[in-house]
């Protein structure tokens, strides 16, 4: 399972690799060089996938989309990780009040739902990539925070921790040393399905209009502009951003449930 996710996400990689050398080809049509193209025109040999409403290529607007999602997402769930793994670290190690306050902080955050605080802090935020980034960093911030969290309250008792701290260890010498090690080994799994879910919640706030300013290809906003092509019969400007970000969803659900069996196998041969 996670080896066709795998193999997917590479295949993705590479769209958005090569998304980039396309853009002039329809993404952003110009009279001056001879680059106009008819406004929704159907899958041909010239246009794969068909033009929009402003006669751009929807198939080169697809791939920059993939392209725009796996770098918004990167950073959002790069961020989130290097913010809520540390601080989980920390409040379950240290405890007292440090540790009361953070937790209702994030148990607050972590009770609202995941769309509606996104679009509350991109709305606050507004539109762009970075912004996007933040929106979706806040959001999974709490999950790796109470993981991690609940991972150290229960190591921190182990007999090798209590030996560090009779031999004269500091306390982040302690948690660099051996609370990180131990608590990291579920974030991938976490990190992978948490990528699945903020590509939906990205193509979410772009069909209501929060996520990337219009100049920029995204999935969602595409979706959004297809409202009102599908009834006459434009399909293929819904079909082709919908069906990708379906399978990158798919992807990364199984990359993030093929992690999450090994780990279970692992264990419990360790065991």
């Known amino acids: ?41 159907s899958p041909s040999l010239d246009h794969w996938c068909g033009t929009d409403r402003l006669g751009r290529d929807v198939c080169v607007r697809t791939l920059v989309g993939s392209r725009v999602a796996l770098i918004v997402v990167f950073v959002a769930v790069t961020l989130a990780v290097l913010i809520g793994v540390p601080l989980g670290i920390l409040s379950g190690y240290l405890g007292g009040f440090f540790d009361r306050a953070i937790v209702l902080l994030m148990e607050t955050l972590y009770t609202v739902p995941v769309l509606l605080l996104s679009i509350v802090i991109a709305f606050l935020l507004g539109r ?25 309250v229960q190591v921190k008792t182990e007999l090798y921790i209590e030996a560090a701290r009779s031999i004269g260890a500091g306390p982040f010498w302690v948690m660099r040393k051996y ?55 434009v399909w293929w400007t819904a ?32 065991n």
């Open 128 to 152: 762009g990539v970075f912004n996007a980034s933040i929106a979706l960093c806040v959001v999974y911030v709490p999950q790796y925070f109470r993981v991690v969290r609940n991972q150290t």
């Open 239 to 270: 079909l082709y951003p919908g069906i990708a970000m379906f399978v990158l969803v798919l992807a990364l659900s199984f990359v993030g449930e093929g992690l999450e069996d090994f780990m279970n196998l692992k264990n419990s041969g360790e």
């Open 179 to 233: 609370l990180l090690k131990n608590v990291i080994t579920s974030v991938p799994v976490l990190l992978t399905l948490n990528a699945a879910d903020a590509v939906l919640v990205l193509g979410s706030l772009g069909f209501l209009g929060l996520g990337l300013p219009e100049t920029i290809p995204e999935w969602g906003s595409d979706l959004n502009m297809a409202l009102d092509a599908v009834p006459i019969g």
């Open 1 to 41: 399972m996670a080896s066709c996710g795998v193999l997917v996400l590479i295949c993705y990689f590479i769209a958005a690799f090569v998304a980039p050398l396309l853009i002039h080809y329809g993404f952003l049509p110009d009279p001056q060089l001879g680059l106009e193209n008819p406004i929704y025109s």
